[in-house]
């Protein structure tokens, strides 16, 4: 079964940063491309960057370009989000997804002062 449980959400100041993580199980996870994508309140979902399976190549939102960086760990199954000069605008509960699905747990990201 597959598994994809995001962490590293919670609540910032704006300028802040935060670094979300998704542990990845029940597929070999170097075999796919994978991608962030977040779901603001009362909006549909927004990709907000994807990276290919061996990390070599990565794309973002031009809403986050420059701000957030998406990274991989093959060997530990996890990936990553990076995320600087965080915007009230970046609120949203953030999930990764596999390549070909699914989406999987998301956490909740709130920036606010």
């Known amino acids: 079964e597959v598994q994809l449980q995001a962490s590293g959400g919670g609540l910032v100041q704006p300028g802040g940063s935060l670094r979300l993580s998704c542990a990845a199980s029940?597929?070999?996870?170097?075999?796919?491309?994978m991608s962030w994508v977040r779901q603001a309140p009362g909006k549909g979902f927004e990709r907000v960057s994807n990276?290919?399976?061996?990390?070599?190549?990565?794309n973002y939102a031009n809403s986050v370009k420059g701000r957030f960086t998406i990274s991989r760990d093959n060997a530990e199954n996890t990936l990553y989000l990076q995320m600087n000069s965080l915007k009230p605008e970046d609120t949203a509960v953030y999930y990764c997804?596999?390549?070909?699905?699914?989406r999987g747990q998301g956490t909740q990201v709130t920036v606010s002062s």
């Open positions: 990276i290919n399976r061996g990390g070599s190549s990565t």
């Open positions: 029940g597929f070999t996870f170097s075999n796919y491309d």
């Open positions: 997804v596999k390549e070909g699905g699914p």
